[in-house]
Nanobody, 123 residues
Framework: QVQLVESGGGLVQTGGSLRLSCAAS????????MGWFRRAPGKAREFVAS????????YYADGVKGRFTISRDNANNTVYLQMNSLKPEDTATYFC????????????????WGQGTQVTVSS
């Protein structure tokens, strides 16, 4: 079993940056692909980015390409989401998740989820 804890959320102005972290427990972190999803108020959860087990492949939603970067440190059981050029529409609760399937954009492919961290971008 994998337990995930997100951190790094907060309030930032338009154009600012934040770096989210997701710390994973357990010895099997490197066997999972990791993803970030978000849920904005009144909207469905949506895929943001994912990274393969071996950090070789990354995937992004169209709306964040070029602004967000996902990375992972398998030695420290942590996955990151660097968010630059933030926009008010990026305001959401961000969740990290673990999956046996690489590159999936579907929440149902992810087995373990964190509790989320709030990101608010003011205009």
């Amino acid at each position: 079993q994998v337990q995930l804890v997100e951190s790094g959320g907060g309030l930032v102005q338009t154009g600012g940056s934040l770096r989210l972290s997701c710390a994973a427990s357990g010895r099997t972190f490197s066997s999972y692909a990791m993803g970030w999803f978000r849920r904005a108020p009144g909207k469905a959860r949506e895929f943001v980015a994912s990274i393969s087990r071996d950090v070789g492949r990354t995937y992004y939603a169209d709306g964040v390409k070029g602004r967000f970067t996902i990375s992972r440190d398998n030695a420290n059981n942590t996955v990151y989401l660097q968010m630059n050029s933030l926009k008010p529409e990026d305001t959401a609760t961000y969740f990290c998740a673990a999956s046996r399937a690489t590159g999936s954009v579907f929440a149902y492919d992810y087995t373990y989820w964190g509790q989320g961290t709030q990101v608010t971008v003011s205009s």
